[in-house]
């Protein structure tokens, strides 16, 4: 058929339409991380306006104006990094859904923040610094908001090369740089430092240990089970009790400090009524959920899921409680020195300035929590709802273990260090199996070194990452601190 000039213009139009395609879809592709970092921008824009509103006593004082900016912005990251760490897992199991997941963690978070986060902060974060040294309210307000800015610097840096860090070691490293800038190495107590630099190592080792424990007894006692049903309805309930009894107690312990002081023996009776009534309740529903169930690991997972929504959902609302404070804390501080002229060991936290912590939280998750989320869940190990729920239960009973021994620990290093620990569990134990099959089948039990990296289950490259950034969160966030405060300074002066 011959082309005509008409069929040309039509051949003509579709290639240009075609290239008007392709540049919408490179516009939206380069434009959509624009539009979570304008979103968050607005937030901390609204943060400053809110806090030149509250903060009545002196409305034109923009130091507490800016410290509510900076302070949206360490909630925004914190948001993005550390909130993976109790969603990543359930995600990675495919027992939530993104979209589920960061409803879940944005309602949960808000509301420990909200409802049980602690009203008095440490401002001298545990101790780090000899608060004589830093008495000086401006020298105070400089030190507390370069904690700050340098904190929420290092986190977004950390979440941006997707290394899951702790906030509260971040905020540790930013005070100890601002007090070293502000009054010299003596106005550090080196001991406190020395228990939570042992704390990188106590913290994802003790995690992982008890990660890998609470997987052992799955497949010894359920797995490999001749009959995987009825060994599910005996132990599934045991162990959704533990995790009942478990949380129970850590949020005694971490959770509810606004609304009681419980101490551990008191957390842990409680933890232990609580989990022998959910035993109770949780046998003849698990008995009826796994009726006509087949014989078989998938069933078993079915089992496990709705357990690791509420575990998932607790570890958030524990958090907000918990660390929500201690990102805020140095917001908290400013203020207080702002309205009162002097800088305090202790402080209230204000309710607007916890609405900040909390809706910040959420914000950063919606906004650029997934990223974190998919690492945590999926990249580092492969996860099922059964390895998931054993880094939900390390990570409760982790806390209320270092509690009782007085060992400072990270909530962050815990939850990734129960799913390394999953991870290298996995890989002994099936290369103890193929060992052992090979020795019953008269082979040599070692396996060629070609084989034997074929078949690691932990991917080596995240492992060096995130243990290098733990490594390097206190003296970067330090450092970046320092000299932040010698800026920070010069203009408050």
Known sequence: MAETPETNQ???????????????????????????????????????????????????????????????????NIGANDVAN???????????TMGGAILIAAICESAGALLAGGDVVSTISKGIIDPDSVAEARVFI????????????????????????????????????????????????????GKIAASWVISPVLGGLIAALFLA??????????????????????????????????????GLKRIIKIDLQTALLVGLVLGIGVWALTRPLIRRQSEGMENRNKSLKALFGLPLVFSAALLSFAHGANDVANAVGPLAAIVHASEFGAAAGKVAIPMWVMVIGAFGISFGLFLFGP?????????????????????????????????????????????????????F????????????????????????????????????????????????????????????????????A
């Open 217 to 254: 007894l799955i497949k010894s006692r359920i797995i490999y089970r001749e009959d995987k049903i009825a060994a599910a309805r005996t132990w599934v309930p045991i162990l959704v009790g533990i995790m009942a009894g478990a949380f129970a107690s850590y949020l005694a312990l971490k």
């Open 371 to 423: 990223k974190l989320i998919r690492m945590v869940g999926s990249q580092i190990t492969k996860l099922n709802p059964m390895r998931a729920y054993c880094v939900a239960l390390s990570a409760a009973i982790t806390v209320i273990v270092a509690s009782w021994l007085g060992l400072p620990v990270s909530s962050t290093h815990i939850a990734v260090g129960g799913v390394f620990g999953v991870g």
């Open 10 to 76: 039509w051949k003509t139009l579709d290639k240009d339409l075609n290239r008007i395609s392709q540049v919408e879809y490179a516009t939206s592709y380069v434009s959509r991380p624009l539009v979570g970092m304008g979103l968050a921008l607005f937030f901390m824009v609204i943060a400053g306006i809110g806090a030149a509103l509250f903060f009545g006593t002196y409305p034109s004082n923009m130091v507490v104006v800016a410290a509510a900016v900076f302070g949206a912005y360490m909630a925004l």
């Open 142 to 193: 400089g030190a507390m908001m370069a904690a700050l800015i340098s904190a929420a610097l290092w986190v977004n840096l950390a979440t941006k090369i997707g290394a899951p860090v702790s906030t509260t070691h971040s905020v540790v490293g930013g005070v100890m740089g601002a007090g070293i800038a502000a009054a010299g190495f003596t106005a550090v107590s080196w001991p406190t430092m």
């Open 86 to 96: 109790n969603m990543g897992p359930a995600v990675g199991a495919n027992a939530l």
């Open 425 to 492: 569990f996995r890989e002994w134990h099936m290369e103890r199996r193929l060992r052992n099959g090979r020795q019953a089948a008269g082979k040599p039990k070692a396996l060629p070194a070609e084989e034997r990296r074929r078949r690691k289950l932990v991917r080596r490259s995240h492992f060096m990452t995130i243990v290098a950034a733990w490594v390097i969160t206190v003296p970067a966030a330090a450092i970046m601190s320092a000299i932040i405060f010698y800026l920070v300074n010069s203009v408050i």
